[in-house]
């Protein structure tokens, strides 16, 4: 169970990932018959992350297509910037939501 | 793409010869270890979270004695293909209500820039439709014999 701010973000995103995609995984000869039932489960899980975070996540995913970003090489996927090292050890943790200094977006420690 | 392309996007440390999973769960939590164990996936409740909505949404168990399990997921850092076989076979509530003996997951990035996640998906579900495939998987002795089956040669 994901219990985390920053999982749950990421859990989110890759939901929206999902729904935004299943017509196209249907035409490859997949079911998807819960796709409303899968709806739900995304508000579900919306509501569990904190109404700040929620709305920068909407704020983000607004502005660029999408509003977590990930990190590798200590370098922000999404903008380029090099990010501080004494942020990796923080980032790797999962339970601290930082955000890019150069673009804004949330981020994810790849490696 | 072509279905030599395939053999791109598996990998020796990738494939599993036979199973220890009796469900569906541990079947998508063994194949994910895989990616953990090898250092290509470092939070493993997120990617198992991704999977577990994506059979919500509708078994990837598509029949015959397959499974492609697969998503998109930010922790992912590429277009990967883990490959993992079940002799006895493992209930995973698909579309024939067959057990599953061939285990294909497909993990990508939310992008990826070449776009190959959706053609690959495709091949895939291409190259597994033909029955003497099947077969020959569930018997190629390595992973050598795996690649040149895809490659077909
Ligand atoms: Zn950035």
Redesign the interface.
């Known amino acids: 169970?994901?219990s985390k701010q920053l999982?749950l973000l990421?859990?989110l995103?890759?939901?929206d990932?999902?729904l935004k995609?299943?017509e196209?995984?249907k035409a490859?000869?997949?079911?998807?018959?819960?796709?409303e039932?899968?709806e739900k489960?995304r508000e579900e899980l919306a509501k569990k992350i904190e109404p700040r975070l929620l709305s920068t996540y909407n704020r983000l995913r607004k502005h660029y297509?999408?509003a977590?970003a990930?990190v590798?090489d200590n370098k922000c996927l999404g903008c380029f910037m090099q990010l501080p090292t004494s942020l990796s050890v923080r980032g790797?943790r999962?339970d601290e939501v930082i955000t890019c200094q150069g673009c804004g977006r949330i981020l994810?420690?790849?490696? | 793409m072509e279905r030599g392309e395939l053999a791109l996007y598996f990998h020796d440390e990738l494939f599993l010869p036979e199973m220890k999973a009796t469900n569906k769960e541990e079947a998508l939590e063994e194949l994910v270890d895989l990616f953990v164990k090898n250092?290509i996936i470092?939070?493993k409740?997120?990617v198992l979270?991704?999977l577990r909505?994506?059979e919500?949404?509708?078994?990837?168990g598509?029949g015959k004695g397959v499974a492609?399990p697969?998503?998109?997921?930010?922790?992912a850092?590429d277009v990967m293909i883990a490959f993992g076989r079940s002799t006895a076979g493992i209930e995973y509530d698909s579309?024939d209500g067959q057990p599953v003996h061939l285990f294909f997951m497909v993990l990508a990035?939310?992008?990826d820039r070449s776009n190959k996640y959706?053609p690959l998906?495709?091949k895939l579900?291409e190259f597994i439709s033909e029955d003497q495939v099947r077969q020959q998987l569930l018997e190629a002795k390595d992973f050598q014999e795996v690649i040149d089956l895809i490659v077909g040669e």
Not at chain 2, 56 to 60: P, R
Request: proline share 7%; with cysteine.
């Open positions: 169970m994901l999982e990421v859990a995103q890759d939901l990932c999902m995609e299943v196209e995984v490859l000869g997949f079911e998807a018959p819960g796709k039932d899968l489960a297509k999408r977590i990930p590798k790797r999962d994810y420690w790849l490696d | 250092h470092r939070n409740e997120i979270e991704m909505k994506r919500a949404l509708g078994s990837t598509i492609i697969h998503g998109r997921t930010l922790a850092p579309m990035p939310p992008h959706l998906l495709g579900v």
